[in-house]
């Protein structure tokens, strides 16, 4: 690719960027909802479920009653998880719409209107995610992070969404309608509930405990945890990092095949 084409293809993946910004702030109902589901989930763990399952795991990094510096990790997750269905239900809207086809009559990069949507989405959920964080903050979550290590969970974070924004993607081209694109993200968003967000893998039942300590979510929630309130790390990182990049390939090949197989139509 020459370095013109280059420039081109940036300059028009800044355009369908600025647009979905643009939308994202006249029609904000679908980022309240992506802050909304982690905030309500958080109130509800720890102010109404909080004692009893603090007590139970005993789990908090500094000890019993301080259940929220255990979930609020877990929770802050979920934020960028909730980010996925505003994706996926964006890309699909745009494609049942009829302005994609539009703009492919037009001089523009067919690359741009995949990067705007992805770029777009990952700057809002990671708003989102501040949000939640602060949220937390307010209900007492504490966390003894170095700055280094709150840059470190950031980049964690913005891994997580990339990945996740690329799979949603992919299902918001290859959704009928919106109504099923906006369904097709929810085993992600409640995955994290089957890991240990919300209690250790160790307190559940043997399937269900391999299930959890194997499954994407767990070692990115693991290794948030102890970057955040200084719990051990192990492995979880590096098995965190590969989750992230592999999710983010497999939902890059997904959405680009299914946008290129569309435009054949």
Known sequence: MSTSTMSYAARDSATMLRRNLRHALRY???????????????????????????????????????????????????AATSGALATAVGVCVDMTEGIVNRFRTMAISRASFLTGHVVGSVIQTMVSIALVIGVALLMGFRPNATPVEWLATAGVLALLTLALTWLAAGMGLVAKNPETASNMPMPLTF???????????????????????????????????????????????????AWCLGLSLVGYLWSRSAFNRDAKR
């Open 28 to 78: 904000p109902s679908m980022t309240v909802s992506v802050v909304a589901m982690p905030v309500m989930m958080l109130l509800l763990f720890n102010y109404v479920f909080g004692n009893a399952l603090g007590t139970g795991i005993g789990g908090s990094p500094k000890g019993e009653g301080e259940y929220i510096d255990y979930v609020a990790p877990g929770i802050i997750l979920m």
């Open 191 to 241: 995955l994290p509930f089957i890991g240990s967000a919300i209690v250790p893998p160790e307190s559940m039942p043997t399937g269900l405990r391999w299930f959890a300590e194997y499954q994407p979510f767990t070692p990115v929630i693991e290794t948030l945890r102890g970057l955040l309130m200084g719990t051990e790390i192990g492995n979880n990182g590096v098995i965190a990092l």
